[in-house]
C-alpha cells in the first residue's frame, strides 16, 4: 500500500481515527493481526568534525609558526580522525521507520499491541499518535534521552520477585501515563524497536541515567595523523608558496587576517599533493593522503591560495618574483626577496592611506550637518570628502542575457562608463556616454585629458557636496590622469577658489584597486543579467544595479559638457618634471599656482611653481571654448543599421540603429 504523506499533526491524527474507527478493536483478532515491525539496518554513524577554520587563522603573525600550528591542528583534529560517534540507531535491528507514516499504517494503530490485556486500549488514539509524532520532532540523541529518563523512573532494583525468588535480571514496570503497559505498547508509544530498547535498559541499569557515549570516543585510532606528519606538510606547503605565490599587500575585501598569497593558475591541490608525496618519498617519511592534506590546507594556511584565472596582477610583483625564481646565487636572491618586500610594504601603506582617508571622509559626514549635493562651492564645513573615479570597460547594445551568435561577431553600438564615486555617502555617479556623444566621431577621444577633466568638472559643479578640502584617489594611467593637464586644472580650481585645498594621490600601479571599481563590479553583474536595447533601459540597469549606483546619461542636452582643457591648460601651466615616479600632489589656496609633490609617503613634499602667467590673466580667461560632440559618421551609421538592425527588436530598431541620413 502506497504511504500517504502529511503536512500537518492534525492531518496525521485525523487519518489514524479514521482508520482506527474501520477496525473490529477486539480480543479475536489479535492473532489475525500481530505482526511485528520488520526492523532492518545498521546504527546511524555520526562523524565528529569539530574543526575551526577561523581559530586557526587569529594565530597568524609576520611570521608562520610552523610545528605551533602543527601541534595545534593535531589536538583540534588529530584525535577525532577516523573516530565516530555511533548513534545507536533502531536501523541496526530493523528498527525506527518513518514515524508519521507509522503511526497511521502501523498494525498497532489499529489493533490492540499483542499482549492479554490490550493495552493500547487504555489511551485515546489521537494521544498514542500524538505521541509517536512527537518523539519524531527530536533528533536520535535526544529521543534516546528521554527514553533513558523514563526507564531510569520504571527500573526496579529489588533482588526477589514476586515468588521471593533471587531475581537473575533486573525489572523494568513498563507504565505510560501512570497506566501500566506491556513492552510491546511501550516501544510503540515511544516509537523504539525492540534491538535498540534492549540496548538502552542494559545502558540504565550500568550506568544510570546518564546519556549514552560510544565506546571509541576518546580513543586514538591507528590511523590518526601524528604531529611530525602534519609539521611535514605544513611546512612543505608554506616553502612552496615562498617559493612559487605571489603576495597580496593586503587582505582581499577589506576582510581581516593575514594577506593572501596567490600560487599560479595552472596549478592546484592535486597537483601540489603529488609534489609533496613526492618530496615525502624522497626524504623517506610519511605522506598523508589527499583529503587530508587538503583539508589542513584549507583549516591552517586558508590564505595560500590560488590564483583564479585571468586576474589582473602588479606587474612588479610579477618581475620581482620572476627574479627570485630565476636567481642562481644565494645573496642574488637574497636581494630580490628584498626587493619585493620592499615593493610589498610601499603598496600596503599607500592602500593603509587610502582606506583612512575614506574613513575619516565618513566620519566627517556623520558628525557634520551638510545639505544635499549640488550646492555652491566652497559652502559647507567639509575637509575631508574622498572621490575616486575611473573609467569601466565600454559596454555594447544591443545586450541580452543570452549570446546572440550572429552578434558575437559584429560590433554593436559602444558606450563608455566614467564613474565618480563620492566614497563617504558612498554613491558613485556612472556616466553613460553612447558613441555619438563623444568628442571624437564614433566614439573617439572619449578617453583623453579634455573628456576627463570636463567630467570631473561637471561632477563638482553637479554633484559635488560644497566641500572647501578634499581627497582624491585614482589610478595611474598616464593617458587619463596622472598627466600635466589633470594637474593644472585641480591648481585651476584653487585659482578661481573653486576648493581650498584639494590632495591628489596616485596608489601603487597594480595595487590600485579601489571603490569605484566594486561598484562597476556591481553595475556589470547586473548589465549581464539584463536585456538592453536602448540607453534608457541601460539607465534604468545602472540605477538598479546597486543602491550605492546612479547613472547619467549623456544628451544632447549636455551639449556644452566638452571643453577643450588641454590646450586651454597649456597655456598657464607648465607640467611636472618626472610625474610618473610621483604619487602625492598637494594644491593649497595659500601658495596659488604651486603644487606640493612627494613621490611617496616617506619622502617629504617638494614645492613645484607650475603657473607660467598672472593669477589675473588665469581668471580673466575664464572657462576653455566648447568641444562639438563627433557624433555618428555615415559608415558606421549604415553599419549598424544593416548588421545590427535586425537583431534590435522594432521598438527600439530606430533609436538604437536609425538609417543613415543621406548627405
Not at 91 to 104: L, R, S
Not at 502 to 516: D, E, K
Request: glycine content about 6%; aromatic content about 8%; overall charge negative.
Amino acid at each position: 500500500m502506497a504511504t500517504r504523506r502529511f503536512f500537518t499533526t492534525d492531518q496525521a491524527i485525523a487519518a489514524v481515527l479514521d482508520d482506527m474507527s474501520s477496525q473490529v478493536y477486539g480480543a479475536e483478532q489479535d492473532n489475525a493481526s500481530s505482526e511485528d515491525e520488520s526492523e532492518s539496518g545498521e546504527d546511524m554513524v555520526e562523524e565528529v568534525n569539530s574543526s575551526d577554520d577561523d581559530a586557526a587563522e587569529d594565530d597568524f603573525d609576520n611570521e608562520l609558526d610552523i610545528p605551533v600550528l602543527a601541534r595545534e591542528y593535531v589536538a583540534l583534529h588529530g584525535a577525532n580522525e577516523g573516530q565516530e560517534e555511533i548513534e545507536h540507531g533502531d536501523q541496526a535491528e530493523g528498527g525506527d521507520v518513518d514515524v508519521a507514516a507509522d503511526a497511521i499504517h502501523a498494525p498497532e494503530a489499529r489493533h490492540p499491541c499483542g499482549c492479554r490485556k490490550n493495552c493500547l486500549l487504555k489511551f485515546d488514539a489521537a494521544d498514542v499518535a500524538m505521541s509517536r509524532l512527537n518523539m519524531q520532532e527530536h533528533d536520535k540523541r535526544d529521543r534516546d534521552n528521554i527514553i533513558i529518563g523514563a526507564l531510569h523512573t520504571i527500573l526496579v532494583k529489588s533482588v526477589t520477585n514476586a515468588h521471593g525468588q533471587e531475581r537473575k535480571q533486573n525489572h523494568f514496570a513498563y507504565c505510560y501515563l501512570g497506566q501500566p503497559v506491556c513492552v510491546g505498547a511501550f516501544e510503540h508509544l515511544y516509537a523504539v524497536g525492540s534491538h535498540t530498547l534492549k540496548s538502552l535498559r542494559k545502558h540504565v541499569v550500568e550506568h544510570g541515567a546518564v546519556p549514552r557515549v560510544h565506546g571509541n570516543a576518546g580513543r586514538q585510532p591507528k590511523h590518526a595523523l601524528t604531529y611530525p606528519v602534519v609539521k611535514n606538510a605544513l611546512t612543505f606547503i608554506s616553502h612552496h608558496a615562498e617559493r612559487y605565490a605571489i603576495p597580496h599587500p593586503a587582505p582581499l575585501h577589506g576582510r581581516a587576517g593575514k594577506p593572501p598569497m596567490f600560487l599560479p593558475t595552472y596549478q592546484n591541490f592535486k597537483i601540489v599533493h603529488n609534489m609533496y608525496v613526492d618530496a615525502c618519498s624522497d626524504s623517506l617519511v610519511s605522506a598523508m593522503g589527499y583529503d587530508s592534506f587538503r583539508s589542513i590546507w584549507r583549516s591552517v594556511l586558508p590564505h595560500i591560495k590560488f590564483m583564479p584565472p585571468r586576474t589582473d596582477v602588479c606587474e612588479g610583483c610579477e618581475l620581482r618574483r620572476r627574479k627570485i625564481n630565476e636567481a642562481t646565487e644565494e645573496d642574488a636572491c637574497a636581494a630580490a626577496s628584498r626587493d619585493l618586500s620592499d615593493h610589498i610594504e610601499l603598496a600596503q601603506k599607500e592602500r593603509d592611506n587610502y582606506r583612512q582617508k575614506t574613513v575619516d571622509a565618513k566620519a566627517e559626514l556623520d558628525a557634520t550637518a551638510w545639505q544635499v549635493p549640488g550646492v555652491g562651492p566652497c559652502s559647507q564645513n567639509l575637509f575631508c570628502v574622498h572621490y575616486t573615479w575611473d573609467f569601466a570597460q565600454n559596454v555594447a547594445l544591443p545586450a541580452t542575457a543570452r549570446q546572440v551568435g550572429p552578434l558575437y561577431f559584429k560590433t554593436p553600438r559602444k558606450v563608455q562608463i566614467f564613474g565618480m564615486n563620492n566614497e563617504a555617502l558612498p554613491e558613485q555617479v556612472n556616466y553613460l556616454i553612447d558613441e555619438a556623444q563623444t568628442i571624437g566621431p564614433d566614439g573617439k577621444n572619449s578617453h583623453g585629458p579634455n573628456s576627463v577633466i570636463s567630467l570631473l568638472h561637471h561632477y563638482f559643479t553637479v554633484y559635488g557636496l560644497g566641500e572647501q578640502e578634499c581627497y582624491c584617489h585614482a589610478d595611474n594611467c598616464g593617458g587619463q590622469n596622472k598627466n600635466k593637464s589633470v594637474i593644472a586644472y585641480l591648481a585651476w580650481r584653487l585659482l578661481h577658489k573653486l576648493h581650498k585645498n584639494i590632495h591628489l594621490s596616485f596608489m601603487i600601479s597594480g595595487h590600485t584597486r579601489c571603490l569605484v571599481d566594486g561598484c562597476f563590479g556591481l553595475l556589470k553583474q547586473a548589465y549581464r543579467k539584463t536585456d538592453c536595447f536602448s540607453l534608457g533601459q541601460l539607465k534604468d540597469v545602472v540605477d538598479r544595479s546597486a543602491s550605492c549606483n546612479k547613472a547619467h546619461l549623456l544628451s544632447d542636452d549636455d551639449a556644452e559638457i566638452w571643453r577643450a582643457w588641454d590646450t586651454f591648460l597649456r597655456v598657464h601651466f607648465k607640467p611636472v618634471k618626472g610625474i610618473r615616479k610621483l604619487h602625492h600632489f598637494h594644491f593649497d589656496e595659500a601658495k596659488p599656482g604651486v603644487v606640493y609633490v612627494q613621490e611617496t609617503l616617506d619622502h617629504p613634499p617638494v614645492e613645484v611653481q607650475i603657473l607660467k602667467t598672472s593669477v589675473e590673466e588665469v581668471l580673466a580667461a575664464g572657462l576653455p571654448p566648447v568641444l562639438p560632440k563627433g557624433g555618428i559618421s555615415a559608415d558606421r551609421a549604415a553599419y549598424l543599421h544593416k548588421e545590427i538592425g535586425p537583431l534590435v527588436p522594432g521598438a527600439f530598431r530606430q533609436q538604437l540603429c536609425p538609417p543613415p541620413v543621406a548627405d
